[in-house]
């Protein structure tokens, strides 16, 4: 399954199919992305990033997708598992506003076993 | 074990009654940040270190203060709290001042201004 994460969407999948969560992002200018997973009652966690250099990342499980044309990023996750039941966000650096990030409000990720 | 604590991680308070939260972080990381998370609105950066004796505003800086007087520790001060700071605060730390690199953060300060 997939889904635009800009007002808290959630999206349901079946533990242990691929889940494709999606994020808008607002500037052109953004040189820097970072996916976090946010668990309840828990503060986010660093899950990957990617520099606007780059069109795909890979990590553990994990992937991003960056789309500079659309200024769309996605983070695939292989074979979801229950502890991957969170919610994501991304969060994009706009050169010259003082290592600031600004974040996306989230899509809330639930696997069902 | 490498991390960002945060004090108190739940609040309840009045109206005008000044606290501090403070966050402290073990990594020697250069770079410290605040944020705030409201339902629908992500995070939002009130201020950020680069370093010790240097602090600057983010986006929601109003009715917060911040010092940096050592490396390890960025308290978070509403001098005079109102219920529109009713929020989840986080701390978040990373290596260095550059742009890119990992934020750690804390786990949460739920603070409650009646």
């Known amino acids: 399954g997939e889904s635009v994460g800009l007002h808290l969407p959630t999206l349901s999948v079946q533990e242990g199919d691929n889940s494709i969560i999606n994020c808008a992002y607002s500037?052109?200018?953004?040189?820097?992305f970072i996916w976090y997973k946010q668990e309840s009652g828990k503060g986010p966690q660093f899950i990957i990033d990617?520099?606007?250099?780059?069109d795909k990342r890979q990590g553990q499980r994990v992937t991003v997708l960056l789309n500079k044309t659309v200024k769309h990023l996605s983070l695939q996750i292989a074979a979801t598992q229950p502890g991957d039941s969170a919610v994501y966000f991304c969060?994009?650096?706009?050169?010259?506003?003082?290592?600031?990030?600004?974040f996306g409000t989230g899509t809330s990720l639930t696997v069902i076993p | 074990e490498a991390q960002v604590t945060q004090n108190p991680r739940y609040l309840i308070t009045v109206t005008g009654k000044k606290l501090t939260v403070t966050c402290s972080q073990n990594?020697?990381?250069?770079?410290m940040s605040w944020y705030r998370q409201d339902p629908g609105l992500g995070l939002r950066q009130i201020y950020y270190?680069?370093?010790?004796?240097?602090?600057d505003k983010g986006d929601v800086p109003e009715g917060y203060k911040v010092s940096r007087k050592e490396k390890r520790n960025f308290p978070l001060i509403l001098e005079s709290p109102s219920p529109n700071q009713t929020s989840l605060y986080f701390c978040?730390?990373?290596?260095?001042?550059?742009?890119?690199?990992?934020?750690?953060f804390g786990e949460g300060s739920r603070l409650t201004v009646l």
């Open positions: 270190s680069m370093n010790v004796e240097v602090t």
């Open positions: 990594m020697n990381h250069e770079y």
């Open positions: 969060a994009e650096n706009i050169p010259n506003t003082g290592n600031q990030f600004y």
């Open positions: 990617i520099r606007s250099n780059m």
């Open positions: 500037n052109s200018a953004s040189d820097y």
């Open positions: 978040a730390s990373k290596k260095l001042a550059g742009f890119t690199g990992e934020l750690f």
